[in-house]
């Protein structure tokens, strides 16, 4: 029997996939079918994506931007299904018993303003300033109103560490995670959890949209996965962004008043971000095997058997030093990851239950996750990979929490170039503004 959960939502599908008493079914339910591709200005363009499609001499082309979710030509049909969804009400929504500081409760009251005007809002706020507690009372209101939520970032680990969050917070709703890797099939629930490039799959489908990490990569300056977001919100909806280091887009909207904003440069435990020290190395990291001045601090960490991350510009460079390290420390445990690595999640939980006293990876891991009480190097914190933002991002991966706020953060270089220059004086400026 089919379950109509999997299909309603304001989902899309390429409609030759859809049995016709399947196709039929979701028509009485209030889907609509519509070619796969429209014109505008003799350009033709997906209706899936928004992108345009190449010119071809041929009489049918396909979209080559979307094609990972399924390939659709200009000879398809799509169907998108209702999203007019109504859910049952629950007597509590809403199970935390935290407590927000006087920062997050003046960002709460901004958030339920947005909310009520159906204005789109940016949370710009540190990293650790506790930007998830403050959606709460947010998501609380619209599922209230019986609307839908969709929480989505760029990165796969930032929704794998967020969905547990949100199950224990709101433990009567239905809450879905669906992205690329994941097992789990799509089903209509009150909250999804789903990468960025999910959003692809669906048009009209939200009342509210939280967008984490709106500043990272996939999603920075891809005009795909921003037209995704403005497609899957409905005409009422309205969209959060939540970002340590907003884009220049995002703040001359602010100015212009499309968009109405919250700052917070105070991290929730009260305690200032830790300023990197930095530390210029004549040599390469791999002189003498591991340079010297860098095995000082080694030395120190792994006879205070201290958890340690170190962010790699590279996957080659982690992995030459992955073998020093190994040869120098044999008593070090430790693991590597990348976007490469298909072991990546396994690893990175390995580390976050202390299996392991050291993850190596490269900027994957530069935002949306968190441990406690770690040490932070950045080596070749001079490389090109390395932007402002990203060095800004690591650097907040440490302090996290409120008994070891003054972890150590170190930056590691053979230049002093002007991507430390300005992520250390942004650090100091957003800690003096706490200070005033």
Same mark, same amino acid.
Request: proline content about 5%.
């Given at each position: 029997m089919t379950n109509l959960n999997e299909y309603l939502g304001g989902k899309i599908f390429n409609a030759k996939e859809l049995t016709p008493d399947l196709k039929k079914i979701l028509l009485d339910q209030g889907a609509m079918q519509t070619d796969a591709t429209y014109q505008i200005k003799g350009e033709r363009y997906c209706r899936r994506c928004l992108m345009r499609l190449p010119q071809k001499s041929g009489k049918y082309s396909y979209c080559r931007h979307c094609i990972n979710l399924g390939k659709i030509s200009s000879r398809d049909a799509l169907l998108i299904t209702s999203s007019d969804v109504v859910f049952p009400v629950q007597e509590e929504y809403l199970?935390? *018993?935290?407590?927000?500081?006087? *920062?997050?409760?003046?960002?709460? +009251?901004?958030l339920l303003n947005a909310f009520n005007s159906h204005k789109d809002h940016l949370v710009w706020a540190v990293t650790g300033a506790g930007k998830t507690e403050m959606i709460f009372p947010l998501i609380e209101q619209a599922l209230i109103k019986q609307q839908r939520v969709a929480i989505c970032s760029p990165r796969v680990d930032v929704c794998i560490e967020l969905f547990p969050r949100l199950q224990k917070v709101f433990p009567k709703t239905t809450i879905g995670l669906f992205h690329g890797k994941s097992l789990e099939r799509y089903h209509l629930t009150k909250i999804a959890v789903m990468t960025i490039h999910q959003l692809i799959?669906?048009?009209?489908?939200?009342?509210? /949209? =939280?967008?984490?990490?709106?500043?990272?990569?996939? /999603?920075?300056? &891809?005009?795909?996965? !921003?037209?995704a977001i403005k497609k899957s919100k409905k005409d009422m909806g309205m969209t959060i962004y939540l970002s340590a280091t907003p884009p220049k887009k995002l703040l001359q909207k602010v100015e212009k008043g499309q968009i109405t904003l919250t700052k917070l440069y105070q991290r929730f435990h009260g +305690? $200032? /971000? $830790?300023? $990197? !020290?930095? +530390?210029?190395?004549f040599k390469e990291i791999n002189f003498l095997g591991i340079n010297p001045r860098l095995r000082l601090k080694l030395n120190q960490i792994v006879n205070n058997h201290q958890r340690l991350m170190i962010f790699f510009p590279s996957i080659s460079v982690m992995e030459k030093f992955a073998q020093k390290l190994g040869?120098?420390? $044999?008593?070090?445990?430790?693991?590597?990851?990348?976007?490469?690595?298909?072991?990546?999640?396994?690893?990175?939980?390995?580390?976050?239950? +202390?299996?392991?006293?050291? =993850?190596?990876?490269t900027t994957i891991l530069e935002r949306g996750v968190t441990f406690k009480r770690v040490i932070v190097l950045v080596l070749n914190a001079d490389a090109k990979e390395f932007s402002r933002t990203s060095l800004i991002q690591i650097a907040g991966r440490a302090g996290r929490d409120k008994k070891y706020f003054d972890d150590e953060v170190h930056y590691y270089y053979r230049y002093y170039n002007l991507q430390i220059h300005q992520?250390?004086?942004? =650090?100091?400026? /957003? &800690?003096?503004?706490?200070?005033?």
């Open positions: 199970s935390w *018993n935290g407590v927000l500081t006087s *920062n997050q409760q003046r960002g709460v +009251h901004e799959r669906f048009e009209k489908a939200f009342d509210v /949209l =939280i967008i984490d990490e709106v500043d990272s990569y996939p /999603l920075a300056g &891809n005009q795909m996965l !921003h037209q +305690h $200032p /971000l $830790p300023e $990197p !020290h930095c +530390h210029l190395l040869k120098y420390y $044999p008593t070090l445990s430790f693991v590597s990851v990348s976007s490469l690595d298909k072991k990546r999640l396994e690893k990175v939980q390995q580390f976050r239950e +202390h299996q392991v006293q050291a =993850i190596l990876t992520a250390c004086r942004e =650090i100091r400026y /957003l &800690n003096q503004q706490v200070k005033k």
